[in-house]
């Protein structure tokens, strides 16, 4: 038996010898990479630099694009050294750091993603009370709390399992995930599994919800609404609606990996939807908002083109 201070590195079981291939999924994922920094440091410099675009609209998806960069450098620099190396070992700090890393960013996507809802929900529903109902320094408190809660947070939950005993140090993933050390413990874990339920409550349940009802809203003036009040509901909740449901779909297959077992789904598939919403999300946002969103593509056009 081993105990969390003595187990100073997790192996990472699921991934498989490529041969040569490795060399190929190290420059594809490396190519994935730099097209997420690319596109979302670009857009963040558009919003930041262009004062017509410092409005809590704006702020609010330069906050969303900052969390794609910092979730996708919590993956791709360990994903990238693990797929040159022989041996897929990560040592317990190191771990606990990309823990920290991946399930803060999930829990500010999600806060971030019901933040802009209520957004769109004000400018919608109460399009004459907007200016004053969402001010800058409302926009600046939401984005911090949006931040801050999540890494309160998680804090928490990671302080909880860095005390577990375990007994073993082997991990069927790609990267480190908090519920598969949870269940190499042999000591009692149920103050864990407590946390993680209101932390699952607190960081998904309560978002969605606020996202529920927001859109309820929206689509109940939409109906009753005029044929401009539609139009600008789709122009600006399509990209947002879009990202949700991807997001979505990648964290709920993650959770149902990490809680059931998927020995029945092809091991290459299993890595695949397990990094889908850490891969796909941090560059489906950033194109899907600067093709939508008019004002951000007409900048990112001038910019592209030095015509600025």
């Not at 991946?102 to 971030?112: H, M």
């Not at 529920?212 to 139009?231: N, P």
């Given at each position: 038996?081993?105990?969390?201070?003595?187990?100073?590195?997790?192996?990472?079981?699921?991934?498989?010898?490529?041969?040569?291939?490795?060399?190929?999924?190290?420059?594809?994922?490396?190519?994935?990479?730099?097209?997420?920094?690319?596109?979302?440091?670009?857009?963040?410099?558009?919003?930041?630099?262009?004062?017509?675009?410092?409005?809590?609209?704006?702020?609010f998806l330069c906050s969303l694009f900052v969390n794609e960069l910092y979730g996708s450098t919590g993956l791709f620099p360990f994903l990238l050294l693990q797929i040159l190396s022989d041996?897929?070992?990560?040592?317990?700090?190191?771990?606990?750091?990309?823990?920290?890393?991946?399930?803060?960013?999930?829990?500010?996507?999600?806060?971030?993603?019901?933040?802009?809802?209520?957004?769109?929900?004000?400018?919608?529903?109460?399009?004459?009370?907007?200016?004053?109902?969402?001010?800058?320094?409302?926009?600046?408190?939401?984005?911090?709390?949006?931040?801050?809660?999540?890494?309160?947070?998680?804090?928490?939950?990671?302080?909880?399992?860095?005390?577990?005993?375990?007994?073993?140090?082997?991990?069927?993933?790609?990267?480190?995930?908090?519920?598969?050390?949870?269940?190499?413990?042999?000591?009692?874990?149920?103050?864990?599994?407590?946390?993680?339920?209101?932390?699952?409550?607190?960081?998904?349940?309560?978002?969605?919800?606020?996202?529920?009802?927001?859109?309820?809203?929206?689509?109940?003036?939409?109906?009753?609404?005029?044929?401009?009040?539609?139009?600008?509901?789709?122009?600006?909740?399509?990209?947002?609606?879009?990202?949700?449901?991807?997001?979505?779909?990648?964290?709920?297959?993650?959770?149902?990996?990490?809680?059931?077992?998927?020995?029945?789904?092809?091991?290459?598939?299993?890595?695949?939807?397990?990094?889908?919403?850490?891969?796909?999300?941090?560059?489906?946002?950033?194109?899907?908002y600067g093709l939508k969103m008019s004002k951000i593509r007409i900048i990112c056009k001038r910019l592209l083109y030095r015509e600025v």
């Amino acid at each position: 038996m081993m105990n969390s201070t003595e187990a100073s590195y997790f192996i990472l079981t699921a991934y498989s010898d490529t041969g040569v291939l490795k060399y190929l999924y190290f420059l594809i994922i490396l190519a994935l990479y730099i097209c997420i920094l690319g596109a979302n440091v670009l857009l963040i410099v558009v919003i930041c630099v262009n004062r017509s675009l410092h409005e809590p609209m704006y702020l609010f998806l330069c906050s969303l694009f900052v969390n794609e960069l910092y979730g996708s450098t919590g993956l791709f620099p360990f994903l990238l050294l693990q797929i040159l190396s022989d041996i897929h070992t990560v040592s317990a700090p190191l771990c606990f750091l990309q823990i920290y890393s991946v399930y803060t960013y999930v829990c500010v996507e999600f806060f971030n993603l019901a933040v802009m809802s209520y957004d769109r929900y004000l400018a919608i529903c109460y399009p004459l009370h907007y200016n004053t109902r969402m001010t800058s320094n409302k926009a600046y408190f939401l984005i911090a709390v949006s931040w801050l809660l999540p890494f309160l947070a998680i804090v928490v939950l990671i302080s909880l399992s860095v005390s577990l005993t375990l007994c073993g140090n082997i991990i069927n993933k790609v990267y480190c995930g908090n519920y598969s050390i949870v269940k190499l413990a042999c000591s009692d874990t149920r103050i864990n599994n407590i946390y993680g339920l209101f932390y699952t409550v607190i960081s998904i349940i309560i978002p969605l919800l606020l996202i529920l009802y927001t859109y309820m809203r929206i689509l109940r003036v939409c109906f009753s609404g005029s044929k401009q009040t539609r139009q600008k509901a789709l122009s600006t909740c399509t990209p947002h609606l879009a990202s949700l449901l991807n997001f979505s779909f990648g964290g709920f297959f993650q959770i149902l990996q990490s809680r059931f077992d998927m020995s029945g789904v092809p091991n290459m598939l299993r890595v695949l939807l397990s990094l889908y919403f850490l891969t796909c999300q941090p560059l489906f946002t950033p194109v899907l908002y600067g093709l939508k969103m008019s004002k951000i593509r007409i900048i990112c056009k001038r910019l592209l083109y030095r015509e600025v």
